[in-house]
């Protein structure tokens, strides 16, 4: 079962994304977790490190970093979070949630 913690302001280019009356939208469930997700990648700092990175052994010590900080959400069963870099520059994060099925992301890496 789902929580109050489940839900969220949604979060569009870096912006509260607002409604047709200039209200904030709100994000619940499964799509608060993935915005979460993406969050934690970049505030954490993850996405900048990966962006320049050519040695494939601190790619992957970042991507099971990632993983873990993921598992460590108590939203998510531990242990079936898994992050993908596809090609230069996208995140492709997946696990899944306690209450709502899998979680999946897409995360963009912009240099700053």
Do not use: W
Request: hydrophobic fraction near 35%; glycine fraction near 8%.
């Amino acid at each position: 079962m789902g929580s109050s913690n489940d839900i969220d302001l949604r979060i569009t280019d870096d912006d509260l994304d607002l409604d047709g009356i200039r209200e904030p939208r709100l994000i619940t469930e499964r799509d608060c977790i993935a915005q979460d997700i993406a969050h934690m990648i970049r505030e954490k700092g993850y996405a900048i490190q990966m962006l320049g990175e050519r040695n494939p052994i601190i790619i992957e010590s970042l991507i099971q970093s990632i993983e873990k900080e993921m598992d460590e959400d108590k939203r998510i069963i531990p242990g079936t979070s898994k992050l993908v870099l596809r090609g230069t520059g996208v995140f492709y994060a997946t696990g899944d949630t306690v209450a709502y099925g899998p979680v999946e992301v897409t995360i963009p890496i912009e240099k700053p």
